[in-house]
């Protein structure tokens, strides 16, 4: 009878300290996830300042690290990746902004978002670590649809623009951009995706035809045009440059002889 009262009460004595020890877990937990949302938001507003970009810590003042490859990946398409159209060293900025044409196809950001909020920033920054590319998420003039839809590549003017992906060219077509403004837009079609296009606005000097066949981060497209007028306005709030820039955005492919509906 005694042993088995022994055993009864090791028994709930047993079951007291595993409680206390999950309290102190329990506890401990909670004070580190306080403490480190409370580091994170310490002298920060959920949204970073429009200069932040160029004043991040780390190997390269732009949005891509410069000690990698010259043309890193910095996005993909489907199951595709997209190399960066200029060099690492000249961007200024990377920002995706949301387009309302209906066949665009959302792009998959890849690196960290400045412009997120410091919480999510800083939980990636713990469980991912400090990411070689960083990208904003823009609004761009009222339109809605796909938050990813396109993205805007800045970079000097005259700066070299290479094929984001490999392909085949399939229109260097010459107009003008909001009914105003010159320019060059080239599409390919991504080799073993011919059911989409991958068109770039805002080029310079184009330096290739219809049919050629083009190298992800070999092949010259052009250069990059010099802002007109204020399609760099929104970007320089953030590069504090002329705010010069690619736009680059991906599409179902449209039928022969019809026209695209990009900008």
Known sequence: ?????????????????????????????????AYLVMS??????SQVNAGELLVEDGPSSGPVATAGETHPVFAKVQDR?????????EATIIAYSPTSDEKSV???????????GVVSRGLERVFSGESSIRYYQVGDRGRSGLETGAVEIGASPGAVVVSPVSGQITGVRTYQLYGKYEDVQIDIRPEGLGDLTVSLLLIDEPAVTIGQTVTAGKTQL?????????????????????????????????????????P
């Open 1 to 33: 009878m005694r042993q088995r009262l022994r055993r009864e009460q090791r028994a709930v004595e047993i079951r007291r300290r595993r409680l206390r020890f999950l309290t102190l877990v329990t506890l401990f937990l909670l004070s580190v996830s």
């Open 40 to 45: 994170l938001a310490e002298g920060s507003t």
């Open 81 to 89: 990746n997209l190399v960066l159209p200029v060099s690492a060293g």
């Open 106 to 116: 959302p792009l998959t950001p890849l690196g960290s978002r400045v412009n997120a």
């Open 222 to 262: 052009g250069k990059v045009r010099e802002a007109q007028g204020d399609l760099g306005d929104r970007l320089a709030e953030y590069t504090h440059d002329s705010g010069s820039h690619l736009h680059l955005q991906v599409a179902k492919s449209y039928s022969e002889g019809s026209s695209s509906s990009l």
